[in-house]
């Protein structure tokens, strides 16, 4: 919802720039790992995800980078356009169990 | 294709009500779950189901009651309403197999004076 965003970590780049956003997954057991988008008054969106034993998978215009020795995700977004203004979560379960641990996310806004 | 879909997508309610949100997923998926989501606190997870007749408590479980007759159906409902369950609600569902996540719906908006 619109109120989503307050108390986040905002993170701003201009237009066409490269974005990067960060998170910090908290188990280290977990096998499975997505980025979601949410848009102000929708729900979050999946965007891309990895499994534990890929370091980096890419998707159109999005790449993901995980560390595991540091329980480390990233989510990189190339040349930002205004329609990525949105809050980015990530999202991290083990495949014994379906539940999610969701980040408290990150606000990412595209100046023009 | 519906996807998940809720409703109401706002609601007020003095405290003290009872209200049920609706949830309904037309993708066969098997894992439906309710979260919360609270400003700076991400998405907290209350109940959850991994299939028609089963249901488990999340995290933040006190408040709410849901049940799970169909495979389609997993409504939330509110016993005695309070402030502290404003918030917005979405839920979600998953087929079993560990990709894509979650699918979610587009949220309730409550607000509980």
């Known amino acids: 919802g619109e109120n989503v965003g307050l108390h986040l970590p905002t993170l701003s780049v201009q237009e066409g720039d490269n974005s990067i956003i960060n998170c910090a997954y908290s188990n280290s057991a977990s096998d499975y790992f997505i980025w979601y988008k949410q848009e102000s008054g929708k729900g979050p969106q999946f965007i891309i995800d990895i499994r534990s034993n890929m370091d980096k998978r890419q998707g159109q215009r999005v790449t993901v980078l995980l560390n595991k020795t540091v329980k480390h995700l990233s989510l990189q977004i190339a040349a930002t356009q205004p329609g990525d203004s949105a809050v980015y979560f990530c999202a991290e379960t083990h495949s014994g169990t379906y539940k999610y641990i969701f980040g408290t996310g990150t606000r990412l806004k595209v100046l023009a | 294709n519906a996807g998940v879909t809720q409703t109401p997508k706002f609601q007020v309610l003095k405290t003290g009500q009872s209200m049920t949100l609706q949830c309904a997923q037309d993708?066969?998926?098997?894992?439906m779950s309710w979260y919360r989501q609270d400003p700076g606190m991400g998405l907290r997870l209350i109940h959850y189901s991994v299939g028609a007749g089963i249901t488990d408590q999340g995290e933040v479980p006190n408040g709410y009651n849901v049940s799970r007759s169909t495979t389609e159906d997993f409504p939330l409902r509110l016993l005695s309403a309070a402030p502290s369950q404003t918030s917005v609600y979405f839920c979600?569902?998953?087929?079993?197999?560990?990709?894509?996540?979650?699918?979610f719906g587009s949220g309730t908006r409550l607000t509980v004076v």
């Open positions: 993708m066969n998926h098997e894992y």
């Open positions: 979600a569902s998953s087929a079993r197999e560990l990709s894509y996540g979650y699918t």
